[in-house]
């Protein structure tokens, strides 16, 4: 997928598009000449990565009262450092301190993010879906 077509991936469903940007944010550096696209999509992926951030964040808060997951540890604290992980991707994709130098950053967060997939996609999966039927009960 090129990079071009992140503003096309932002559109789409949260859950179908989040692991996605961090693929292309993770082929950034393999990318050059592309800092002045890449600063244009930033803003649109900030907004992604923020909901994806408030969801786990909220979703943590429900299973924590609910208990649901109060046996898996683990995946908390996985989910726990992938919120941090989210926060510090925000904090660099902000316009307004978006710079060449600064998308190593974005790509080495973006790559941490990417190593908690295999655990944290079924689990995302499932908050979005739950999100997406909640939604449609409103």
Not at 94 to 116: A, F, H, P, Y
């Amino acid at each position: 997928m090129a990079h071009d077509n992140i503003k096309e991936l932002v559109l789409g469903k949260p859950h179908s598009i989040f692991w996605e940007i961090i693929s292309e944010l993770v082929a950034l550096d393999k990318e050059t000449g592309r800092f002045m696209q890449f600063k244009s999509t930033a803003p649109l992926i900030k907004v992604e990565v923020e909901k994806v951030s408030s969801l786990l964040s909220y979703m943590i808060a429900l299973t924590l009262e609910a208990s649901k997951f109060k046996n898996d540890e683990e995946l908390l604290h996985e989910a726990n450092i992938m919120i941090d992980e989210l926060n510090q991707l925000s904090y660099a994709l902000d316009i307004r301190i978006l710079c060449e130098e600064n998308t190593q950053m974005v790509v080495k967060i973006s790559e941490g993010l990417q190593s908690r997939r295999p655990k944290m996609e079924p689990f995302l999966d499932h908050l979005f879906m739950q999100m997406h039927q909640e939604s449609m009960l409103n």
